[in-house]
């Protein structure tokens, strides 16, 4: 084989991101933990408690999964920025190892897998407790943006037939969360509904205390 041959294959190596059979392991260990870490971050992307959970959990483990594949300069972009915006000193020192750790990976043209995917796992983690201020849902969208390039960026490195099957998930995901949206504004509307009885039952009584008729009012 030609030096010619070998560096192509070189090249193709690390832009596809080998991932081994003992790598695939450990990433889907990681994938599930930081799943565990999302769904205790406290996100609220629906107005239902175990819909959050679930769609935290999924989210987390999916990022962590699909950073596996992911470019290193496209996850130093989230493991940046949540270690400029950790909420405690704990998790800004995470995520500044994570971000160093795929500078390394990145300079010395390396697969790894693992530290790729713990990379995203801990920055996905820590963005999830973001707070940008501004308008109500900034936070939630600069989020999704850097994490969504995380998986975009992974799973273009992936086969057909994985694309397919983490495009079900977040199809699955979303439907959930929706379901959970439109049961949460039913719940308001029907809450709604029910204050306003309350009040013009009220105003009724006020109104028959006031002419002297105690029998009604206390109906």
């Known amino acids: 084989m030609s030096s010619t041959t070998q560096s192509r294959t070189r090249r193709r190596t690390v ?31 629906t107005a239902w408690r175990p819909a959050d959970i679930v769609v935290s959990a999924v989210l987390g483990a999916i990022v962590a999964w699909t950073g596996a594949s992911a470019p290193w300069w496209l996850l130093a972009i989230p493991s940046g920025l949540a270690a400029l915006t950790a909420v405690n000193a704990v998790a800004a ?13 990145g300079g010395r043209s390396l697969n790894g897998p693992v530290v790729r995917a713990a990379a995203a796992g801990v920055s996905v983690v820590v963005l999830f407790h973001l707070d940008v201020g501004g308008f109500h849902g900034s936070s939630a969208l600069v989020t999704g943006a850097v994490v969504g390039a995380v998986v975009v960026g992974g799973l273009m490195r992936r086969g057909r037939y994985v ?8 199809i699955g995901v979303a439907a959930l969360a929706g379901v959970a949206v439109v049961g949460a504004v039913i719940g308001m509307i029907q809450a709604a509904g029910a204050v306003r009885d309350g009040e013009q039952e009220l105003r009724a009584a006020a109104s028959a205390l006031r002419r002297g008729d105690v029998e009604d009012a206390s109906d």
């Open 15 to 45: 832009r596809r991101n080998r991932i081994t059979p003992a790598d695939a392991r450990l990433v889907a260990a990681l994938a599930a933990a930081t799943a565990v870490a999302s769904a205790m971050a406290g996100m609220r992307p």
């Open 93 to 105: 020192v995470a995520a500044a190892v994570a971000f160093v750790a795929v500078l390394v990976v």
């Open 163 to 170: 694309r397919l099957q983490v495009r079900r998930a977040l």
